[in-house]
């Protein structure tokens, strides 16, 4: 399995809902991390998890709440999320190191 | 931290032309350079990639040059395709576990 699996492909929620975003790989990957991509710019980093450790939170707003329960699952929980946030979530995945990213297929976010 | 820049922001090829993308970083020690292409909607998927041992690396109409010394590296596409036609993102990385994206080159590919 050379895949990482996102799910929702889509979600539209209010800004009084909690929701929650779901990645899988069974690679053996080591590191996993979720990307926020707004349309024509490049994923910006959110979190790193190695070794299901969180290594890097790169300053994002506690209304996003990472989980890693298990080395092959990766969550992002979402709570109170104001409509700048409706974007493209990529979860991805690496053995670290100098090899590339596996990323998912993303999932669309609208807040509403 | 590492800052990756990278140009152009936009590329128009008449198809059968050569296309190629720039990207310079500012950390030495970054060690590892991947190449992403993203079509519209979908997700980034890795085409090429390059380590800092290597001078250039080629895999069929794609490769990829890396100048250690003045920390750039390019992509070059040769005999475009239509369906070469997406958004390339060069990154970097220092071997650690963050990847550092460029802005994004937003390539066409005229019939």
């Known amino acids: 399995d050379t895949e990482v699996t996102q799910t929702p492909k889509h979600l539209v929620m209010g800004m009084t809902n909690k929701k929650s975003l779901k990645c899988e790989q069974h690679?053996?990957?080591?590191?996993m991390y979720w990307y926020k991509q707004k349309a024509k710019k490049p994923p910006e980093l959110m979190f790193v998890?190695?070794?299901?450790?969180?290594?890097i939170n790169e300053s994002v707003p506690s209304r996003f709440s990472p989980e890693c329960p298990n080395s092959s699952l990766l969550n992002l929980h979402l709570h109170a999320l104001q409509p700048e946030d409706s974007a493209l979530y990529l979860c991805?995945?690496?053995?670290?190191?100098?090899?590339?990213?596996?990323f998912g297929s993303g999932t669309r976010l609208t807040v509403v | 931290g590492e800052n990756v820049e990278q140009h152009p922001s936009t590329l128009s090829v008449q198809e059968g032309d050569s296309a190629v993308i720039k990207c310079t970083y500012s950390?030495?020690?970054?060690?590892?350079f991947p190449w992403y292409k993203q079509e519209l909607g979908k997700r980034p998927q890795l085409i090429i990639d390059?380590?800092?041992?290597?001078g250039e690396k080629k895999d069929q109409r794609i490769a990829v040059t890396l100048n250690k010394t003045a920390k750039h590296f390019s992509l070059h596409i040769t005999e475009t395709q239509p369906e070469d036609s997406a958004v390339y993102f060069c990154?970097?990385?220092?071997?650690?576990?963050?990847?550092?994206f460029g802005t994004g080159t937003s390539l066409t590919v005229i019939p």
């Open positions: 990154a970097a990385s220092n071997a650690g576990n963050q990847f550092y």
């Open positions: 390059i380590r800092s041992n290597v």
């Open positions: 950390d030495s020690a970054s060690n590892y």
């Open positions: 991805a995945s690496s053995q670290g190191g100098d090899n590339g990213y596996t």
């Open positions: 998890y190695s070794y299901e450790k969180l290594s």
């Open positions: 690679m053996g990957h080591r590191a």
